[in-house]
C-alpha cells in the first residue's frame, strides 16, 4: 500500500507496524519526515534498538546485511533496520535479498528502506515485495504550481492561516526550497500572534528572504523553460556579489550536454552514455521540445562568447559589453523559444 507524505504519520499511529517499509523520493524535506513517522512509530510501539546501512555504490555490503537480518536481536525483542540507497537502486543482489527478507520477514525485525532518488522506473520486483507486507511512501517533487497549496497545508498543520497573497509571498521567497519553507513555518509558529490569518504585510515583516539562488537552480530554470525565475535568480547572484565567470563552467557544461542530447538519434542511449540520472532526463527533454538541434549549437557558441567577455577576453572588433546582461539574454533564449533573438547575430 501506498501512503502519502502528509498522512503516513497518522496512518502509522493507527496500526501494529508492518514488517517493511520504503521511503523514497528527491523531496530531501518529505523523505526525511517520513522516515522520521517510522521511526517515531517504532519507538512507540517499544522498538529500542536501531541499525543503519549505508549501501553507496561498491562500498554497499549486502551480506553484512543479510546477517544482521538473520542475526537475533541482542537488547530488544524487536529492532529497525535501516537501509539508506542513495540513487534507489539495490542491484541485482540488494533486490533478492529485499524480496526474500519480505517473502519470509523475521518477527523481530522492522525493514526501512530509504532512497534519495526516485522515479517511476524505479519499481521493481523488491519494491513490489515490500508493498505486499508493508507500506511504500513516495515523496513526488512539489511542482511550481503546486507549492502554494502544500505550503498552506503546512501551515494548517500548525496552526496558522494565510491570505493568499501572503502565502504566494511565501512561496516567492523559498523558490521551491521545502526546508527553507518548512523553517520559516515554524518561524511564524512562534511569532505570530492572534487567530487573524497572516496578511502580506506581516509575512513581509516576520520571513527572510531564504530564496536559493544557486547555478544548478539557474540553469533549471533556463532548461524547464522559467525565464522570470531566470531573471529573478540572476538579480540575487548579481546582489550577492558573484562573478559571472564563476557561473560559467556549469551554463557551458549544461548547454554543451543539451546540444549532444538534440544531436543524438537515441536519447535513451545518450543519456546512459552520459551518465544523466532519470531525475534530471526530464528537465533536458522540456528543453529539447523548445528548440532544433543548431539552436542548442548556437547557444554553446554564445555561452562562450559570454565567458570571454567575463573574462576581460574581448576579440578583435568586438564592443566592450555588459557580462550580466549577456549572460542573462543567453539564458533567456535557452527559457524562451522566441527570446532566440535576443542571441548576438
Same mark, same amino acid.
Given at each position: 500500500?501506498?501512503?502519502?507524505? #502528509? ?44 541499525? &543503519?546501512? $549505508? ?53 523481530? &525485525?522492522?525493514?526501512? &528502506? ?50 493568499? $497573497? ?32 497572516? $496578511? ?13 539562488? $544557486?547555478?544548478?537552480?539557474?540553469? #533549471? ?92 577576453? &574581448? ?31
Amino acid at each position: 500500500m501506498e501512503l502519502s507524505t #502528509d498522512r503516513i504519520a497518522a496512518h502509522l499511529a493507527g496500526e501494529p507496524l508492518r514488517p517493511a517499509y520504503l521511503v523514497a523520493g528527491a523531496e530531501t524535506l518529505l523523505v526525511l519526515e517520513a522516515a522520521a513517522a517510522v521511526r517515531t512509530a517504532a519507538r512507540a510501539q517499544g522498538i529500542g534498538e536501531r541499525e &543503519v546501512h $549505508d549501501m553507496e555504490g561498491r562500498d554497499a555490503d549486502w551480506g553484512a546485511l543479510a546477517a544482521s537480518l538473520l542475526a537475533p536481536s541482542l537488547f530488544a525483542t524487536r529492532r529497525l533496520v535501516e537501509v539508506r540507497l542513495p540513487t534507489g537502486k539495490p542491484g541485482t543482489e540488494g533486490g533478492k535479498l529485499i524480496a526474500e527478507f519480505c517473502a519470509a520477514p523475521p518477527p523481530d &525485525v522492522v525493514l526501512l &528502506v530509504i532512497a534519495g532518488e526516485w522515479s517511476r522506473q524505479h519499481p521493481g520486483k523488491w519494491t513490489e515485495a515490500i508493498a505486499r507486507v508493508g507500506h511504500t511512501c513516495i515523496a513526488w517533487q512539489v511542482r511550481p504550481h503546486e507549492l502554494e497549496s502544500w505550503i498552506e497545508r503546512r501551515l494548517r498543520q500548525r496552526g496558522l492561516r494565510a491570505t493568499p $497573497d501572503a502565502i504566494a509571498r511565501l512561496a516567492q521567497r523559498i523558490e521551491g526550497n521545502l526546508l527553507a519553507a518548512a523553517q520559516e513555518i515554524d518561524k511564524l509558529a512562534l511569532l505570530a500572534e492572534g487567530d487573524a490569518p497572516i $496578511d502580506l504585510a506581516r509575512m513581509d515583516a516576520l520571513v527572510a528572504d531564504s530564496a536559493r539562488y $544557486d547555478v544548478f537552480r539557474l540553469v #533549471d530554470a533556463a532548461l524547464n523553460g522559467q525565464p522570470a525565475q531566470v531573471s529573478r535568480m540572476l538579480a540575487g547572484l548579481r546582489a550577492e556579489g558573484e562573478a559571472v565567470p564563476a557561473l560559467m563552467g556549469m551554463v557551458v557544461k549544461e548547454l554543451q550536454t543539451v546540444a549532444a542530447l538534440a544531436r543524438a538519434r537515441n536519447f535513451a542511449a545518450e543519456c546512459k552514455a552520459l551518465r544523466i540520472w532519470d531525475s534530471k532526463q526530464a528537465v533536458y527533454k522540456r528543453a529539447l521540445a523548445r528548440h532544433a538541434p543548431e539552436r542548442w549549437q548556437r547557444c554553446v557558441v554564445e555561452a562562450g562568447r559570454v565567458d570571454r567577455i567575463a573574462k576581460g577576453r &574581448v576579440r578583435l572588433g568586438e564592443e566592450p559589453a555588459d557580462a550580466w546582461l549577456q549572460l542573462e539574454r543567453l539564458l533567456l533564449a535557452v527559457a524562451d523559444k522566441g527570446a532566440i533573438r535576443l542571441l548576438a547575430s
